[in-house]
């Protein structure tokens, strides 16, 4: 006769319901326990194989980028404002990089799930282009809020990440604070694809 384990022996897990990440949660994996958050020691990071996230810098250095190996850029602050980035398609014509702008707001108010889809489309694109050798460089002015969170949307909807080990991925990386209102939006986006069935569960 087969042994039932015992209840003992079974893991127990004692993670919240996927469904129910917190934006404190995602702040307490952002800091450093204290309450701390570091600003990007570096210019850029890979954050995830063949995916950068950096600052203004280097996307406004295009042989840097080439020396990188960048094949397309996505800027998650195209504007004209001190708090945007103004480069454009025609500031890469003649690289050979690909180029993609979304015009956010590093606010708390700002809306910047509405182009969760629009960025995560072109990350994909870059990543298969020439038989998945892309490489995307995704940036705002510092790399460190809006980029991020587009990242992290990314992961979360075509790797089928929870927000929480999205979060982590790229923090684990770089040195990233994306402000309390995107975390609200990446939170409802992790608790729309649960609805869906869209998430790995553990």
């Not at 996927?18 to 800091?31: F, I, K, P, R, W």
């Not at 295009?62 to 103004?86: C, D, I, K, P, Y």
């Amino acid at each position: 006769m087969k042994k039932h384990p015992s209840p003992a022996k079974v893991p127990v897990e004692v993670t919240v319901p996927d469904s129910e990440a917190t934006v404190q949660q995602l702040n307490e994996l952002l800091s450093n326990g204290s309450g701390f958050y570091s600003l990007p020691a570096q210019h850029f990071n890979e954050v995830y194989p063949r995916i950068y996230i950096g600052n203004a810098f280097v996307a406004q250095n295009v042989m840097r980028l080439q020396r990188l190996g960048v094949t397309h850029v996505l800027n998650v602050a195209e504007g004209n404002s001190f708090m945007h980035v103004n480069t454009n398609a025609d500031f890469y014509a003649g690289t050979g990089i690909t180029y993609h702008g979304i015009n956010a707001n590093d606010t708390e108010q700002f809306n910047i799930s509405a182009f969760f889809e629009e960025g995560a489309d072109f990350i994909d694109k870059a990543l298969a282009y020439k038989d998945g050798k892309g490489k995307v460089y995704v940036h705002c002015r510092e790399g460190y809020s809006r980029s991020p969170t587009m990242v992290i949307a990314y992961l979360m909807l075509r790797h089928k990440m929870d927000v929480r080990v999205a979060v982590a991925t790229v923090r684990h990386k770089r040195e990233i604070g994306p402000n309390d209102g995107f975390l609200r939006q990446l939170c409802q986006l992790n608790e729309n694809l649960v609805k869906e069935g869209k998430l790995r569960t553990k």
